[in-house]
């Protein structure tokens, strides 16, 4: 059943896919999808009616997820004393800096929006980009040194390769992936050596 499509039976519109067989001059045969199992018949009509839309959920980064969850309980005086606190920072009023949070309601369009959005329908955190770090040795060709995560810390290893070739298969281990914040907390050096992983 590629489509929606509902049929009419005695001037009643019944919302129950079918799915047309064949059209005739005084019907169209149709198979009717019901509860319990598929069956065929003629009606005088099928109508076609859109797929109702179906909220979906906001897709956001994970500070503005993070944001949400300290301040759905009271997300209206949230929203409020943000944009009052931002506003004066923009304007020159108060010193200090913006956070990501206040830069992403400024900057980004439809922030109440989307914040609104997260609450009527849920929402998922953006997947962060990961990397692979591979430092560079010349001097051994049998060794690979990468970054890699252990109980939440950045450290840097090494394999060595009996066969004298390295093998790209340490790429694919979820600890020697990461996001571009966790290298540059310790690593700012080595950012240079990632590659996105595919």
Not at 121 to 134: A, D, H, M, N, P
Not at 142 to 154: A, I, P, Q, R
């Amino acid at each position: 059943m590629k489509q929606n499509d509902f049929y009419e039976v005695n001037g009643c519109t019944e919302f129950i896919p079918v799915t047309i067989n064949e059209r005739y001059n005084d019907g169209v045969d149709v198979t009717i999808h019901g509860p319990i199992r598929p069956f065929r018949t003629t009606v005088e009509q099928v109508y076609q009616f859109q797929k109702p839309h179906e909220p979906q959920k906001v897709v956001v980064p994970k500070f503005v997820a993070e944001w949400y969850e300290r301040n759905k309980d009271d997300l209206n005086t949230a929203i409020y004393s943000t944009i009052t606190e931002t506003y004066r920072k923009v304007n020159g009023e108060n010193d200090d800096l913006l956070d990501t949070f206040e830069g992403w309601l400024v900057y980004e369009d439809n922030s109440i929006l989307i914040l609104v959005q997260m609450r009527l329908f849920g929402y998922e955190v953006e997947s962060e980009q990961l990397f692979t770090v591979r430092i560079p040795d010349p001097n051994r060709p049998d060794t690979v040194t990468f970054l890699y995560k252990e109980n939440g810390k950045v450290f840097i290893g090494s394999d060595i390769f009996l066969d004298e070739v390295p093998n790209y298969k340490w790429k694919k281990e979820p600890e020697n992936q990461l996001t571009e914040s966790e290298i540059k907390q310790d690593f700012d050096w080595a950012w240079q050596f990632a590659k996105e992983v595919e």
